[in-house]
């Protein structure tokens, strides 16, 4: 016990000592004692701290007075329980469509809507309801579903559409009976009118409700914002392909309105910048006379000026009216459309293919002559039929018994088939490839609208590709007289038949003339520019143009020519070229008969003609569906439209040489051309 208390002493000193903390209160003499300067010290500080916190905070808030009760004090003045301040979007005004001669063919028409703005002191339903009968507006149970759907979907701000397109009758009546109903307005809009409905529809398309693709489509192109509030965008034709000139810029308002929606007055206003109006080469005259040629046949007609370009008329019959689209059209009306049997919604223009037939000769005679196939003197007997070597098949003439002794010109008059068989197996399918493409067949045509096909032109990788066989020999025979695998669209033929009448030169097909800011109408129009207008189609002597339009001339002017009688008394010179495309083959032994044929298998008629002959105004071609011989049916409407530009719808331009001149022409001996 005793060592254990020594122990604990021995640690005790040892331990190392903690010396205590004075502090700022210390006894002397049992009295507590202050430092009062370290007290005064921290007060100081704590209390300039607060008053300059306290300043800060004053400055912030006067400098909020000051913003809100004099720099905004415009705005928010007008603002109050009921009232609301609301930026509406002000859709420009779509661009005005004219043809050539400044007809209106796509005009805005102002129309008035009824809008009914939710609220929740009135019955959405039985405010419908009520105005349905006291404007005859004629709405079904389901329509009625369907806008107290959106009423209760929207925000009470949207207003939901009741109806539209009021008549002046209906405006009346709501104006005298609009105190019973406070939560509905008539608002106005201007609507896409087109005047000449189902005369250029092909051509210039429509406008219609904007839906869930182009919003996708508008979004990822970056020009969702440009869209606000607008409702109808461009779908086919000129309206689509030009929708960007047309559209504008939107511009937007700030409004004040009560709590029913109804605007009360405009704030502020940014106009919108409105769209550029197009004048089209279409002349709407030769239009309407296409349309009253074709009547109740299935076709087009396309006209064109061959030195320019500019399509003078672009129709694909049967036709429809646009403003069915515009104003939403119902679904019977639609499906009347799609099972119409002359399938109205096609463009027979630039998208209906179709076998070239005989059209093509003058176009393969380029080939010919510039691969040394043939010359302008060379002559070839024309049998009843043309034989493969070691075959037995016979590629059959059009006239049974042959056409004896040809050379060139004498062949594209008469339009023999046999020479243009031999001429294709001789050449084979690679060289006609090359020399289809060279001429625009199997591409774009590069006009202004999106709806075109690019057609078929046939070559030995086409044909693998498309049924997994090889090209034969016989395959390439029928391509001479523009059969076969061949399909091309009218205005691909036009425009390589401009190729011929421009003696080599390109143009590109196209439908505007020129865009004009209706804010500048001072200012010169921007015209359309044709990039490809300088092309010249490669040949080794230009001189072989001129046998090509020389066979073209003796086809309307010679003493055997298929389309004289089409042609006979006209007080120009035009050249062409018939066309007569089978749609279903015909038995070895057999012959045509149409009458025994359904008529979707009866063969088209086809025509291409140009004039006046020296220096070409007017190109026109012509596609009939199932209605026989191109030189019967088609020249004569070719003959008519070329008769109506030229000798009524401008007859003092250029009609041919003064003086005329004697050509000869091969085999077929002299010709007076003028």
Known sequence: MLFKRRKRHERELFKVRKK????????????MVRNTEQENGVFKTRMFICIVMTVLMAAVLFANLYYLQIVSYEDYSTRSNENRIRVLPVVPQRGIIYDRNHVVLADNRPVYHLVLFPHKDYSTQETIEKLSELLDLRLSERDIKNMVYL?????????????????????????????????????????????????ATHAIGYVSRINQQDVEQLTEEGKIDNYEGSLAIGKLGIEKYYEDLLHGTTGSREVEVDSHGRVIRTLNYHPPKPGRDLTLTLDIRLQYYAQ????????????????????????????????????????????????????????????????PASTV???LTIMGLNEGLITTTSTYFGGPAFMLPGSTHRFRDWRSWGHGWLDIYRAIE???????????????????????????????????????????????DWKMRRFNERWHLGDTVPIGI?????????????????????????????????????????????????????????????????????????????????????????????????????????????????????????????????APFVHPRILVGIILENEGGGSAKAAPLARKMIDKYLLDLYPDGYMGEKEPVQMKFGLGGTVMVQ
């Open 20 to 31: 205590r903390r004075r502090r700022s209160h210390q006894s002397r003499g049992g009295l």
């Open 151 to 199: 009423a209760r979907t929207r925000n009470r701000f949207n207003g939901v559409e009741i109806a539209e397109a009021l008549s002046d009758q209906q405006i009346s009546t709501f104006a005298v009976n609009r105190h019973h109903y406070p939560n509905v307005q008539i608002a106005a809009s201007l609507k896409r009118f087109y005047p000449f409905a189902n005369i």
């Open 292 to 355: 009253e040629l074709l009547g109740n046949m299935r076709g087009a007609i396309a006209a064109i000026e061959p030195s320019t370009g500019e399509l003078l008329a672009f129709y694909s019959n049967p036709s429809y009216d646009p403003n069915l689209f515009v104003r939403g059209i119902r679904s019977s009306e639609y499906s009347k459309l799609l099972n119409h049997p002359g399938r109205p919604l096609i463009n027979r223009v630039t998208q209906g293919g179709y076998a």
């Open 361 to 363: 000769k003058p176009l």
């Open 414 to 460: 008469l339009s023999a088939d046999t020479y243009f068989y031999d001429l294709a197996y001789r050449a084979g399918i690679d060289r006609i490839h090359e020399y289809l493409d060279l001429f625009g067949f199997g591409r774009s045509t590069g006009v202004d609208i999106h709806e075109e096909s690019l057609g078929v032109n046939p070559s030995r």
């Open 482 to 610: 523009g059969q076969g695998y061949w399909t091309t669209t009218l205005l691909q033929l036009v425009k390589a038949h401009c190729m011929v009448a421009n003696k080599g030169q390109e143009v590109t097909p196209h439908l505007l003339k020129f865009a004009q800011d209706p804010l500048t109408p001072d200012e010169p129009p921007a015209p359309y520019e044709d990039k490809l207008k300088d092309t010249l189609f490669p040949v080794k002597d230009q001189s072989y143009w001129d046998v090509s339009r020389a066979g073209m001339y003796l086809v309307v002017n010679g003493p055997e020519g298929t389309g004289r009688r089409a042609f006979y008394g006209a007080k120009y010179k035009a050249a062409g070229k018939s066309g007569t495309a089978q749609i279903v083959s015909i038995k070895q032994g057999q012959k045509y008969d149409a009458s025994k044929l359904k008529v979707e298998h009866r063969d088209n008629a086809l025509f291409v003609a140009f």
